[in-house]
């Protein structure tokens, strides 16, 4: 969400209604048991994490702040309330600069491995977006490496790039 989160999450979580009658979204029970359906809400952007995480029974999750998980006012985000956990790719691994197969420094690889282990010991996926779009070739390695290092999201604007080349 790009507008001011309570106002917003208050409508999502509404506009939900069609969609949870009908069965199709992933839940949380009892704030321990994950029942996944076909869809997954993630609120992400300015979705205010006091709107969910404290609600023991709902149908709608957060986005974590991959690169900031260590922050102590995340320290109990676990996959309960975050599945996901979210990056800004440039911002947290920094620019990448080689067109080579292994595309990444060893530093930037560092940062993205310990983000990715962060994320992981708690059952959080890592997600990072605002990787590079060009050239294709760099695009293509960084999907690869972050492919490789088991981010469970891949980000892509590009729908039929990545179709073609995974």
């Known amino acids: 969400m790009k507008t001011s989160g309570p106002e917003t999450f ?12 009908k069965g ?5 029970k009892d704030n321990k048991t994950v ?6 809400v993630i609120g992400t952007g300015e979705t ?11 149908d709608y999750f957060f ?10 006012k995340y320290a109990g985000l676990t996959s309960l309330v975050s599945p996901i956990a979210s990056t800004d790719f440039e911002e947290a691994v920094g620019v990448v600069t080689a ?15 310990d983000q990715i282990a962060t994320a992981k010991t708690r ?14 070739r760099t695009r ?4 690869r490496t972050l492919v490789q290092e088991r981010v469970k999201l891949l980000n892509a604007d590009d729908l039929d790039a990545v179709a073609a080349y995974f």
């Open 10 to 21: 208050k409508a999502v979580i509404a506009a939900l209604a069609p969609l949870r009658e």
């Open 24 to 28: 199709y979204l992933t839940t949380l």
């Open 35 to 40: 029942t996944n359906g076909p869809v997954t």
């Open 48 to 58: 205010p994490l006091e709107m969910v995480a404290p609600i023991a029974d709902r």
């Open 63 to 72: 986005d974590a702040p991959l690169a900031d998980l260590n922050d102590p």
């Open 99 to 113: 067109d080579t197969e292994d595309v990444l420094p060893d530093d930037q690889l560092s940062t993205l491995r």
């Open 123 to 136: 059952g959080i996926g890592a997600r990072y977006w605002n990787t590079p779009y060009w050239p294709v």
């Open 140 to 143: 293509n390695l960084v999907w």
